[in-house]
Nanobody, 115 residues
Framework: QVQLVESGGGLVQPGGSLRLSCAAS????????MSWYRQAPGKQRELVATITSGLRTNYADSVKGRFTISRDNAKVSVYLQMNSLKPEDTAVYYCNAGGPPGAYWGQGTQVTVSS
């Protein structure tokens, strides 16, 4: 069974940084693309960033140059480093395996950017 557990969310001031982590279980990890999505109140869930098994990355235009996705297959984890955060980055962030989007989702972690 695949499980994804996110952590690292919180409250940060505009211009600040956060690092999200997603710990995965299951043998799928090293061969799967991993993604981060986010969903703000009243909005649809959107793709933020993807990293393939071959370490290719893609980003939403809104986060390019500010966010970095990475993975550590030995630790079965994927990360999202978020810099220069803006109030519009406020959302629940979800880890996703496969796809994108894949069939497996984490429970989400709240990120709030506010002064």
């Amino acid at each position: 069974q695949v499980q994804l557990v996110e952590s690292g969310g919180g409250l940060v001031q505009p211009g600040g940084s956060l690092r999200l982590s997603c710990a995965a279980s299951g043998r799928f990890f090293s061969s799967s693309a991993m993604s981060w999505y986010r969903q703000a109140p009243g909005k649809q869930r959107e793709l933020v960033a993807t990293i393939t098994s071959g370490l290719r990355t893609n980003y939403a235009d809104s986060v390019k140059g500010r966010f970095t996705i990475s993975r550590d297959n030995a630790k079965v984890s994927v990360y999202l480093q978020m810099n220069s955060l803006k109030p519009e980055d406020t959302a629940v962030y979800y880890c996703n395996a496969g796809g994108p989007p894949g069939a497996y989702w984490g429970q989400g972690t709240q990120v709030t950017v506010s002064s």
